[in-house]
């Protein structure tokens, strides 16, 4: 019964209840001693960034996104193998829905749990996803893979259409330069190249392509030393290359 | 009447089973003055003041009895609505009818006694006290419910841990006005029986002194007022979390 954390849009965290109670909830109804709740919701606040002076306020007294990470502590109290997420950060306005996207996949290095993550964003799924499962109308799967599968190679309209006419620049935000370099023959680098650090993504780079109309765009790292450079023409075959390409799952920037 | 002028709180007592005779004071107060403080103090400790208390002893039990019957009809009016239904429908009937009216009715059953004035003003509180608590149960949003099931509890425990404390700030809204009324209806018991501060009003009211009557009446609205502020003070002890407000930008 508690192998789930479970954490919804709404969070619903309990208003009568202080934030360490309201962590520390499956916990008491676990009957653990209260020594070891107190040390649990401690460790909790810490995990998710929150002050240890938050554990005697009530909900009404936190943020939306301080309230999200109360709900996600409250989740994580009993270290359950598997989270459900069903829509967690969607009340969250767009500045700090992102915030809290960059957190949580931070938080999940740490913890490292498997989490199903329900959202009807595909731009959060593509960000938040290792693997993504597309649903239909009714439930019914359309398909299931990493997003890059999705974008480059989407079965059917209904999952074109679901991630969108945009979906080569979406493939390309998945890749950073850094790792585009080595799939060509050495260019010769124009003096007056624009020059991104390898850590930029594809999408990135191609929009300073565009703007600067060069061809050529130079790869540095973030000494400045370069390393490559990219093409408009190699970004064109990243963004709708027929064949998966390898190490697709990249943090979006 | 002659056992209202019986009781009738004289310093120098009228003769029994004559008219009553207009009562001055005990020539402590000039006969004219609206308002006697030397009549309040002397008739403070063996008058007004045991007055008050059984003022005080017949709303408590009232509002007590009236809450726990309230509390215990709305938990099971949460979970049906045909109860829920009946209950409004005897609790107004009961809200409807004049309050001497409801005190007469029982005076055949339970005669001229404390039990008839407790069944006519535990039977107004049903009303307030009983919409107050549903609309309190009902009231909690239904993504802290589903949070509350996610996390693991039973249905009894969602209800227990969850709706109960949060109804908490709509229950004592209605047992502040509960009580309130309460207060003042109890002046009224008198007419069946010589409790509370009802008893010196009636009394005054078959005599010129106004003194007793001012003094009665004022002590009714004050222990109104006193009884609501204690009420404030206790729900915010008890809900600090319904105060609790956000500080800075949400």
New interface residues.
């Given amino acids: 019964m508690w192998s789930i954390g479970y954490v919804i849009q709404h969070v619903g965290l309990f208003p009568h209840m202080t934030i360490a109670a309201n962590i520390g909830v499956v916990p008491t109804l676990l009957g653990w001693p209260k020594d070891r709740i107190r040390q649990r919701v401690s460790e909790l606040l810490d995990l998710v960034r929150l002050d240890p002076g938050f554990a005697r306020r009530y909900p009404a007294q936190l943020s939306g996104g301080q309230q999200q990470r109360v709900g996600l502590a409250r989740a994580l109290a009993v270290d359950p193998p598997v989270m459900l997420m069903d829509e967690p950060f969607g009340a969250l306005d767009p500045i700090t829905r992102s915030r809290i996207q960059n957190e949580f996949l931070r938080l999940q290095q740490q913890i490292k749990k498997t989490v199903i993550f329900v959202t009807h964003d595909i731009d959060e799924a593509i960000k938040m996803g290792d693997r993504i499962a597309v649903l239909r109308e009714g439930g019914i799967l359309a398909q299931y893979g990493t997003a890059d599968e999705l974008l480059g190679h989407p079965v059917d309209d209904y999952v074109a259409d679901f991630v969108g006419a945009d979906r080569g620049l979406k493939r390309l935000s998945l890749r950073r330069v850094g790792d585009l370099v080595g799939d060509q023959p050495a260019i010769r680098v124009p003096a007056d190249a624009p020059a991104v650090t390898a850590d930029t993504s594809a999408r990135v780079a191609l929009s300073v392509l565009f703007t600067s109309s060069a061809n050529v765009l130079a790869v540095t790292g973030e000494d400045g030393a370069p390393l490559g450079a990219v093409t408009l023409e190699h970004l064109r075959e990243v963004a709708g290359a027929a064949e998966p390409l390898a190490g697709a799952k990249g943090q979006a920037r | 009447m002659s056992a209202l002028a019986a009781a009738a709180p004289t310093p120098t007592p009228p003769p029994g089973g004559g008219p009553v005779i207009p009562n001055f004071g005990g020539g402590a107060c000039p006969s004219h003055t609206t308002f006697c403080w030397n009549w309040v103090t002397q008739n403070w400790g063996p008058e007004l003041g045991p007055r008050l208390a059984e003022h005080v002893y017949i709303t408590l039990i009232a509002v007590g009895i009236g809450l726990v019957i309230s509390l215990a009809a709305a938990m099971y009016a949460y979970q049906r609505g045909w109860f829920e239904r009946g209950f409004i429908a005897l609790s107004t009937l009961l809200y409807t009818i004049p309050a001497v009216a409801f005190f007469l009715f029982f005076v055949p059953i339970t005669g001229l006694s404390l039990t008839t004035i407790e069944i006519g003003l535990v039977g107004y509180t049903f009303l307030l006290l009983f919409r107050n608590a549903l609309t309190g149960l009902r009231s909690v949003?239904p993504?802290?419910t589903?949070?509350?099931a996610?996390?693991?509890?039973t249905p009894r425990?969602v209800f227990f841990r969850?709706n109960v404390?949060?109804a908490?700030p709509s229950i004592m809204a209605g047992l502040r006005i509960a009580t309130v009324t309460t207060i003042s209806l109890a002046t009224i018991a008198a007419y069946i029986t010589p409790l509370g501060l009802g008893e010196p009003i009636f009394t005054a009211l078959h005599t010129v002194f106004t003194t007793e009557l001012i003094a009665a009446g004022v002590l009714a609205i004050l222990l109104a007022l006193v009884a609501d502020g204690l009420l404030v003070l206790a729900q915010r002890a008890v809900?600090?979390?319904?105060r609790?407000?956000?500080?800075?930008?949400?």
């Fill in positions: 949003p993504e802290v589903a949070a509350a996610g996390v693991g509890m425990q969850i404390p949060l908490v809900t600090p979390w319904a609790a407000r956000l500080r800075g930008a949400r």
